[in-house]
């Protein structure tokens, strides 16, 4: 599965837009981004995923370049439950038996009064 | 109607010990797996059971034996724990393969192992 790179950490003012940026230059054809988050001593939550197309659902939207080598997860009203450290993944759409996720170290978003 | 619980959610042990963690999902899920996030909060794949038959099995020291009684529960058992077991273990599953969409792990709360 290819790499992602993210920043350590963003702020982020209650009630606006907080855009997480991803860098996956070596993803291929074929491979999905994921992003989740962890909140303090919880495990990871599953919060959207795409191909190269751009997604919403309920909790986030996903951005995906048209070359599909960056993304942008964006919650668009940033509230003091959504600091967490957000993880950005890249997997294989094979599927037929188990596919690990291979979380690196994340984004520490920090949501601030 | 927690869909992937653990149990304990917190073991403290001596070393030497040999533990114990249960992990059950009610999601119907054919996939589950075992991870381990130490104290620099890397999360890393252990396990992953598939159907009952072992499909990811990491570097992982042999004392860490997991059993899949059926395709809802996946259990970690640890021989003769050391120090650097410390760490908070995450169960997981996922409906992979077919034609099933893969649409992400659900994990459960973790335990925390504490080794003294």
């Given amino acids: 599965d290819a790499k992602t790179t993210q920043p350590p950490s963003m702020d982020c003012a209650e009630g606006r837009a907080a855009n997480l940026p991803c860098n996956h230059s070596t993803i291929s054809g074929n491979e999905y981004v994921y992003w989740y988050r962890q909140i303090h001593s919880q495990g990871p939550q599953y919060i959207i995923h795409g191909l190269k197309n751009n997604e919403t659902n309920e909790m986030a939207s996903l951005i995906i370049t048209e070359d599909r080598k960056s993304s942008t997860l964006i919650l668009p009203h940033a509230t003091l439950r959504d600091t967490a450290v957000y993880y950005c993944i890249v997997r294989s759409s094979n599927t037929g038996t188990a596919s690990k996720l291979t979380f690196g170290t994340g984004t520490r978003l920090q949501v601030t009064l | ?116």
């Fill in chain 2, 1 to 116: 109607d927690t869909a992937v619980s653990q149990t304990p959610k917190y073991l403290v042990t001596q070393m030497g010990n040999d533990k114990s963690i249960k992990c059950e999902q009610n999601l119907g899920h054919d996939t589950m797996y075992w991870y381990k996030q130490d104290s620099k909060k890397f999360l890393k794949i252990m396990f992953s059971y598939n159907n009952k038959e072992l499909i990811i099995n990491e570097t992982v020291p042999n004392r860490f034996s997991p059993k899949s009684p059926d395709k809802a529960h996946l259990n970690l058992h640890i021989n003769s724990l050391e120090l650097g077991d410390s760490a908070v273990y995450f169960c997981a599953s996922s409906q992979d393969g077919r034609a099933v969409k893969f649409y992400g792990y659900t994990f459960g709360s973790g335990t925390r192992l504490t080794v003294v």
